[in-house]
């Protein structure tokens, strides 16, 4: 089982359809965060939640809406997207205050807006 | 405002070739942290290295070796005898060290690497 899992892997939605984007990990960790990774664009870190409160929003579109019930699981719910908004979205996840310890991703699912 | 760069897009070069990934990258911050991740095809980021602005010892770790250059902002990655297992995308990244996580990364644009058998 590897440490941070997304589902689905990919995803094909029209514009008008509303889906979510689900990532869970098994670390014990206490921050969690989206990536989005566009062709040929560096990742751009969308959200952070720390012990499931967001606390970084980086102007994302509001037809984006993440979700953190608690500190294992995340949602990025989709509504209304455009072609543009086709990408990989990453999941991460990292330990707040711990100064030894990396973020780990999980292996994205790759969306494309029809 | 941070700013990591990866100016090889692509990297191409036959096994067994030592190749070097530049980093050079932009914060105001005295205290920072540099990453290199690996992202193989199926697209997780795999880390590879940490290292602390105030440690500048170069670290060898197997084929894996870094070059930390304070003087320059760079954080080369060199891998030696690439392998064909060695294709992937390689990303740099930073991150300030007063923060409180080190998810909140600023990656570079990422370099394509290609090792031909």
């Known amino acids: 089982e590897t440490g941070v899992t997304q589902t689905p892997r990919h995803l094909v939605m029209g514009m008008t359809n509303k889906k979510s984007l689900k990532c869970e990990q098994h670390?014990?960790?206490?921050?969690m965060y989206w990536y989005k990774q566009s062709a040929k664009k560096p990742l751009e870190l969308m959200f952070v939640?720390?012990?499931?409160?967001?606390?970084e929003n980086n102007s994302v579109p509001s037809r984006f809406s993440p979700e953190c019930p608690n500190s294992s699981h995340l949602f990025l719910h989709l509504h209304t997207l455009q072609p543009e908004d086709s990408a990989l979205y990453l999941c991460?996840?990292?330990?707040?205050?711990?100064?030894?310890?990396?973020?780990?991703f999980g292996q994205g699912t790759r969306l494309t807006v029809v | 405002a941070q700013k990591v760069t990866q100016a090889q897009t692509e990297i191409s070069v036959v096994e067994k070739e030592d190749v070097t990934l530049d980093c050079v990258y932009e914060?105001?911050?005295?205290?920072?942290?540099l990453f290199w991740y690996k992202q193989p095809p199926s697209g997780e980021l795999v880390f590879l290295i940490r290292?602390?602005?105030?440690?500048?010892q170069n670290e060898i770790s197997g084929r894996y070796s870094w070059n930390f250059q304070k003087s320059t902002s760079s954080f080369n990655f060199t891998i030696t005898a690439s392998q064909v297992v060695d294709s992937a995308v390689y990303f740099c990244?930073?991150?300030?060290?007063?923060?409180?996580?080190?998810?909140?990364?600023?990656f570079g644009q990422g370099t394509i690497l290609t090792v031909h058998p």
């Open positions: 939640y720390n012990f499931k409160e967001q606390t």
């Open positions: 290292r602390n602005s105030f440690d500048e």
């Open positions: 670390l014990g960790h206490n921050a």
């Open positions: 914060t105001r911050d005295t205290t920072y942290y």
């Open positions: 991460a996840s990292s330990q707040v205050r711990r100064l030894d310890t990396e973020a780990f």
């Open positions: 990244a930073l991150t300030p060290s007063l923060g409180t996580s080190y998810g909140k990364l600023t």
